[in-house]
């Protein structure tokens, strides 16, 4: 068994993403948000078009983020649990590299196996770019290409995720804890999945399918 686990929403209960877009974004974003909530663009697209109009350093960023995080109850006690099972916990997040790392040294999660998007500060915006596990450039599917990635480490994929980018990775791993919006999702989409609210209910949930 090898877990895949979202960062944004579901590892911390806010989404710095938005908060970034909300606070610092010079610009149009909220068409750009529209198009990916009307399924025009992905989210790395989104992502790429929306961290443009933010101009801020990253240094600051990373102070905001630190300000304004919640960690989901349960956590230490979830990661302390995959390790003494020998469980892999991989994180695998359309978030950029700069905050999640931040935030996962904060709170001492920095040992846990993190991929993520890169953003690079110009000074004029963020340049947002991700990468397949081979090193090739992405516009699309970055979970779910990870997901068939780690399925070459262990055939059994527990799949945990919050939101509508969690839809397609969710629909091939072989069970599913969602949390946030993604239960009403994969219920409309007939995905099998179970709801949780901490990761306590993660834990006891992990023991059962163990």
């Not at 790392?101 to 999660?109: C, K, P, R, S």
């Not at 699309?140 to 995720?161: A, Q």
Request: a negative charge; charged letters at 25%; one cysteine or more.
């Amino acid at each position: 068994m090898l877990i895949q686990c979202d960062f944004d929403g579901t590892i911390i209960t806010s989404n710095l993403g938005v908060l970034f877009r909300e606070e610092f974004a010079q610009g149009d974003w909220k068409s750009i948000e529209t198009a990916y909530a009307q399924h025009r663009i992905t989210v790395e697209e989104c992502n790429r078009w929306q961290y443009r109009l933010i101009r801020e350093p990253i240094e600051k960023l990373k102070d905001f983020a630190c300000q304004h995080i919640e960690v989901r109850p349960g956590f230490s006690t979830f990661v302390d649990y995959c390790r003494q099972n020998d469980i892999p916990l991989v994180i695998v997040s359309n978030g950029l590299d700069f905050y999640i790392q931040t935030v996962l040294a904060l709170i001492g999660m920095s040992h846990l196996e993190l991929h993520c998007g890169y953003g690079v500060y110009s000074g004029n915006g963020i340049t947002v770019s991700y990468e397949d596990p081979e090193g090739n450039p992405l516009d699309s599917g970055f979970k779910t290409r990870y997901l068939d990635w780690l399925r070459k480490r262990d055939s059994t994929i527990v799949y945990l995720g919050d939101g509508y980018s969690d839809i397609a990775p969710a629909s091939r791993a072989d069970h599913v804890l969602a949390t946030g919006t993604l239960p009403d999702m994969l219920k409309a989409a007939s995905i099998s999945a179970t709801p949780f609210g901490d990761f306590y209910e993660v834990v006891r949930e992990v023991q059962r399918l163990s």
